[in-house]
């Protein structure tokens, strides 16, 4: 790896990690280049800004999260496809909880010049989701299912790493799959579940 790479990578570790504490808006340059212990000069040159940087975190991490969804449901239909994603997305979580706490905060905000790079994961991530819940239950609405199970998946996995850390990722797992398949054999009426 060469000094550029490492410099980089430095910087986006520690940016990821405060900005999963503080928010984007509430962490400074100053604070990155203190944590990443670098000079202030290194995040421009490599960013150009820190709303470039905030983009490239965004960038890689929805890059990695996407190939990781798109490789558990290859070859996979239906809600077998369904329990493979949602078993990937909570070892995302696990792998990667800063990251996972910046999708959860930022993925709703508008107006941020990273916008574009957090609406990839709606795009391609919930996307994913979305190919498999139009297999599983085809009587749904495959994009808001989709969105559904990936954001229950989501919250369930940082509500078991902050609050619940002794339970194994399979509890986590089975209790997402058994909300999930319930929820959607229930009976509807005019579209609200009773």
């Given at each position: 790896m060469d000094t550029v790479t490492s410099v980089?990578?430095?910087i986006i570790d520690a940016a990821?990690?405060?900005?999963a504490d503080r928010g984007i808006a509430a962490t400074s340059i100053d604070d990155i280049a203190a944590a990443a212990g670098v000079a202030k000069g290194s995040i421009f040159y490599n960013f150009?800004?820190?709303s470039g940087l905030f983009a490239a975190i965004i960038g890689e991490g929805v890059a990695r999260l996407t190939t990781a969804l798109g490789?558990?449901?290859d070859s996979r239909t239906g809600q077998d496809a369904i329990d493979a994603l949602?078993?990937?997305?909570l070892r995302q979580i696990c792998d990667h909880p800063d990251f996972a706490k910046l999708v959860i905060t930022e993925i709703f905000r508008r107006g941020r010049d990273w916008q574009?790079?957090?609406g990839t994961i709606r795009d391609e991530a919930i996307g994913t989701f979305a190919a498999a819940a139009r297999q599983a239950w085809p009587e749904r609405d495959p994009d808001l299912t989709g969105a559904a199970v990936f954001g229950a998946t989501l919250l369930a996995g940082l509500d078991w790493l902050v609050f619940q850390p002794e339970r194994s990722l399979e509890d986590v797992r089975r209790a997402v799959l058994?909300?999930?398949v319930t929820v959607s054999a229930r009976p509807t009426d005019q579209g609200i579940v009773e």
């Amino acid at each position: 790896m060469d000094t550029v790479t490492s410099v980089r990578e430095q910087i986006i570790d520690a940016a990821l990690a405060l900005v999963a504490d503080r928010g984007i808006a509430a962490t400074s340059i100053d604070d990155i280049a203190a944590a990443a212990g670098v000079a202030k000069g290194s995040i421009f040159y490599n960013f150009g800004s820190k709303s470039g940087l905030f983009a490239a975190i965004i960038g890689e991490g929805v890059a990695r999260l996407t190939t990781a969804l798109g490789d558990a449901a290859d070859s996979r239909t239906g809600q077998d496809a369904i329990d493979a994603l949602v078993t990937e997305l909570l070892r995302q979580i696990c792998d990667h909880p800063d990251f996972a706490k910046l999708v959860i905060t930022e993925i709703f905000r508008r107006g941020r010049d990273w916008q574009e790079s957090i609406g990839t994961i709606r795009d391609e991530a919930i996307g994913t989701f979305a190919a498999a819940a139009r297999q599983a239950w085809p009587e749904r609405d495959p994009d808001l299912t989709g969105a559904a199970v990936f954001g229950a998946t989501l919250l369930a996995g940082l509500d078991w790493l902050v609050f619940q850390p002794e339970r194994s990722l399979e509890d986590v797992r089975r209790a997402v799959l058994a909300t999930v398949v319930t929820v959607s054999a229930r009976p509807t009426d005019q579209g609200i579940v009773e």
